[in-house]
């Protein structure tokens, strides 16, 4: 039976196929060894720098010599709470909720709309559509919205050609609310949150919709249910996550601002600009290493809020 | 007699292509009813023309007595079990099998009643508080199954319901759909690429090919005397002998049908009323309950023959391929076979 039967001993290999056999053995060196380098980067520069940067929140700012001290205390933290901290605190965390909120309720129909009625070009048309703005730069496109929103601005102009001056004068009259001009209001400054992250609302919710099979939908209306009762019952609970992973986007982005709140709105500081403002022209390191702490403790609250109710079961 | 489902000359065209062309049918009430045929020959789209999902171009859908075209499927009487069962992942079993009473306004206490026995009826009582994830594939069948017939509707509408479960489960149900039918008395339309199953559980059958129904008749017809070439061959195996041949053989230019099984190993001399060819066997193939002997016939054409194997230890060494054979069949068991689609019945 010499015909079939081709009896040739393994060759001896070379190096780098011993090794590949030998990555083969051991799937879990192989593992590893992909693994290692991106855990080496995160664990090392990126989470070390970052409690490097908290423990400084527990060293001592001398606000008479300018002079930080590594002695240990808690003073930065509970500096926090003083009322001036404290407002820049409640400010931006409104903000951020109201950031997230309306960008869920403009983001979801087009998300929608792409996810179940656009394919091949068109949505890739909408996929550009929604990701161009974020070519641009940032700030460019914060600078144009205070442009936009002055007085005497495009916004402006079109409201009064509307004839809805008056409306906008109300609006802007709300405290919390307005402001003297729609660049310098509470809500300008919103309006530009939103746009800038709608982006990050848009395609998780895009994705959570895709994979929605289209017989649930017909299920849910061969079992007698009205299109709105589907979009309760069956659309907005599956898309939960994709609506819980955009927030966390729109919400922690909007926490850690620093930009936008300088540019427009009316004056006050954000958390972002807070920090940003105490290492910088203060120089306080440790009261900036503090107000750092507030954005990441807030996060975690709000994830562990989502988690409670229920977002990421589906995942 | 009323009527559950009435197409009077249903059309269904996507684009080009015509899914479903020109259809009518009459499905009795009460009846279980399959549509039968490959793939991309219309009968999922006619379920769903019926579910209300697709909406005809041409036509008209009667749903007992009813024009149903324009009706949105949360509209109509009719509960679909679909093909990948479609259970709401977010729900828990009871709330899935509930969510045809809940949109419909049923109070909770009757709701929950109502889910439990719909889930008793398919011998799934405990499961209510489990999600479809942790349910096999043929309790989520069944679960599906209860959430579609928890509504009452008058007429029951299968996608291929069997068509992921592996084949003893397949029978088991097979044989559960046909009692629960039965005890309901409702309107079954089912919908099936498998032969078996439909001959097997129906009332009647309608065979669909490229958009067309070839034929509509009770399994037994169907498998007895096909309509078309296409009912001949789709519908169990079957010698479609065309062409000079048919006519040399029965008379008639039209291509007919002969069941292997009507074929047999000539034996004695010719009776009158029987018929006789001559071969060469080219293959044999042992298939268990039978033994499927192929002849090559002079023209070229191939016919089968197959012989249940009812001896014990039945050997088939009698016969070595490359040997010519003579066989045998009563004229009677021929059947003359149109080639075109009918399209009316």
Redesign the interface.
């Known amino acids: 039976m010499n015909t079939l039967a081709i009896t040739r001993t393994p060759a001896p290999g070379s190096p780098l196929r011993r090794f590949s056999n030998l990555l083969y053995r051991r799937p879990n060196l192989y593992l590893s060894m992909l693994l290692v380098p991106p855990l080496l980067w995160f664990g090392a520069i990126y989470l070390g720098s970052l409690l490097t940067l908290l423990w400084q929140g527990f060293y001592t700012f001398d606000d008479f010599t300018m002079a930080v001290t590594p002695d240990l205390t808690l003073a930065n933290f509970t500096a926090l709470f003083q009322p001036s901290n404290f407002d820049i605190i409640v400010r931006t965390l409104s903000m951020a909720i109201a950031v997230s909120i309306a960008s869920a309720i403009v983001a979801f129909p087009i998300a929608y709309y792409m996810a179940r009625y656009t394919r091949g070009k068109t949505k890739a048309f909408f996929y550009i559509a929604v990701m161009l703005p974020m070519w641009a730069s940032y700030i460019v496109k914060a600078y144009a919205w205070t442009l936009l929103l002055a007085k005497g601005g495009v916004a402006q102009w079109f409201v009064q050609h509307l004839g809805l001056g008056p409306v906008l004068q109300f609006v802007l009259g709300i405290p919390g609310v307005g402001g003297s001009t729609l660049s310098t209001s509470h809500l300008g400054r919103f309006l530009v949150f939103v746009y800038i992250w709608l982006p990050f609302m848009i395609l998780p919710i895009q994705a959570s919709l895709e994979r929605l099979?289209p017989?649930?939908l017909?299920?849910?209306?061969?079992?007698?249910?009205?299109p709105r009762?589907t979009l309760m019952?069956?659309i907005l609970?599956?898309s939960v996550p994709g609506i819980a992973a955009g927030s966390i986007f729109t919400f922690s982005l909007t926490l850690g601002d620093f930009i936008v709140p300088q540019l427009v709105g009316p004056p006050g500081y954000f958390v972002g600009s807070m920090v940003y403002a105490q290492q910088g022209a203060i120089g306080n390191m440790p009261m900036a290493a503090a107000f750092t702490l507030v954005p990441i403790v807030l996060i975690a609250i709000y994830l562990s809020i989502v988690k409670r109710l229920g977002a990421f079961?589906?995942l | 007699m009323t009527l559950a489902v009435q197409f009077t000359q249903v059309s269904r065209q996507f684009g080009d292509v015509k899914a479903v062309d020109r259809v009518s049918i009459d499905i009795q009430d009460g009846e279980f009813f399959s549509m039968l045929g490959p793939s991309g020959s219309g009968k999922t789209t006619c379920l769903r023309l019926i579910a209300g999902f697709e909406q005809p171009s041409a036509g008209s859908i009667r749903i007992h007595g009813e024009e149903a075209t324009g009706l949105a499927p949360y509209q109509r009487d009719v509960n679909t079990v679909f093909q990948d069962y479609a259970l709401f992942p977010h729900m828990n079993v009871r709330d899935n099998v509930a969510y045809g009473l809940k949109v419909k306004g049923v109070a909770k206490a009757e709701r929950i009643q109502r889910a439990n026995e719909a889930l008793e009826m398919v011998a799934l009582g405990g499961y209510g508080e489990r999600k479809p994830v942790q349910l096999s594939g043929g309790q989520r069948q069944r679960v599906a199954l209860a959430r579609a017939l928890v509504n009452r509707p008058r007429v029951l509408l299968l996608d291929e319901p069997l068509g992921a479960l592996d084949l003893k489960l397949r029978e088991q149900m097979q044989g559960e759909l046909k009692k629960l039918q039965r005890q309901l008395g409702i309107t079954f339309i089912f919908v099936t690429h498998d032969q078996t199953e439909a001959l097997s559980m129906s009332d009647r059958v309608a065979v669909f090919n490229k958009g067309r129904i070839e034929q509509v008749d009770t399994p037994r017809n169907l498998y007895m005397k096909p309509a078309t070439t296409f009912v001949a061959e789709f519908v169990g195996t079957s010698n479609v002998i065309r062409g000079e041949l048919a006519r040399e053989l029965s008379g008639y230019p039209q291509p007919f049908s002969i069941r292997p099984e009507h074929v047999r190993f000539a034996d004695g001399p010719l009776a009158s009323g029987e018929i006789e060819v001559h071969g060469l066997l080219h293959d044999i193939q042992y298939q268990g309950s039978a033994t499927r002997y192929e002849l090559k016939l002079a023209n070229g054409q191939t016919l089968n023959l197959s012989q249940a194997n009812t001896q014990w230890l039945d050997n088939t060494t009698q016969h070595q391929t490359g040997q010519p054979l003579s066989v045998r069949w009563a004229r009677e068991a021929m059947v003359t076979l149109h080639d075109t689609v009918s399209g009316e019945v």
């Open positions: 099979p017989s649930l017909q299920a849910s209306a061969d079992l007698g249910a009205r009762q019952q069956v609970p599956l079961d589906a």
